[in-house]
């Protein structure tokens, strides 16, 4: 079955522009995740949702950030005023339930450079 | 595709040959990891998991070593193949959604 998807897959854009990355979860589940990648690091919490609420958004780098999941699906991750540090790849995961041992699925990621 | 670290620790080891990759975790409360693989352009893939009640896992060709002591974890493949040439990551887990993952190690399987 089809798993996380995420687009675009490379988005290079100016300092200071807006942007928009998109995630598909796997069909049913109720857990979203999106992560941050840095260079040479591994992934880093940003914000989680149950449904369509924002249960944890605790990751979120600065009010730049936000991120929406209106009908408990797609969710999209929105920065505005971007900044060369926020170049990076935006990993999207999703799982059946909340809670440790719900296995995360990882979307492929959005890579966003900042020039 | 996406580079996921330039500069990450290395392990090179000749196809066939067994492979330990380590982790150091931070949490003494952490009850629950997980490796993960990470191939170029994609996003970490499950590999294997252990609850802290347990101090070994074994799944096909991997086994999962846990030392709450030191909190050390480790990843051994069996036979290493060229396709887990990958960055692999470990994650703990203090019994809630959010995990924390390791800088990551990259393995590159010699032929």
């Known amino acids: 079955g089809a798993g996380v998807s995420q687009t675009p897959s490379n988005k290079v854009t100016e300092k200071g522009k807006y942007v928009e990355l998109r995630c598909d979860p796997i069909?049913?589940?109720?857990?979203l995740y999106w992560y941050r990648q840095s260079l040479g690091q591994g992934p880093e919490f940003l914000i989680y949702f149950q449904g369509t609420g924002a249960a944890d958004d605790s990751g979120l780098p600065n009010d730049r950030f936000f991120a929406v999941r209106p009908e408990g699906s797609v969710s999209t991750l929105k920065i505005q005023r971007t900044e060369r540090g926020d170049s990076a790849v935006y990993l999207c995961?999703?799982?059946?339930?909340?809670?440790?041992?719900?296995?995360?699925?990882f979307g492929p990621g959005t890579r966003l450079t900042v020039l | 595709g996406e580079s996921v670290g330039l500069h990450l620790p290395t392990l090179s080891v000749q196809e066939g040959d067994n492979s330990i990759i380590n982790c150091a975790y931070s949490n003494s409360a952490s009850d629950y990891f997980i490796w993960y693989k990470q191939e170029s352009g994609k996003g970490p893939q499950f590999i294997i998991d252990i609850r802290s009640n347990m101090d070994k896992r074994q799944g096909q060709r991997v086994t999962v070593l846990l030392n709450k002591t030191v909190k050390h974890l480790s990843l051994q493949i069996a036979a290493t193949q060229p396709g887990d040439s990958a960055v692999y990551f470990c994650a703990e887990n203090s019994g809630t959604y959010k995990y924390i993952f390791g800088t990551g190690t990259r393995l590159k399987v010699l032929a």
């Open positions: 995961a999703s799982s059946l339930g909340q809670g440790a041992q719900n296995e995360q699925f």
């Open positions: 069909s049913g589940h109720t857990a």
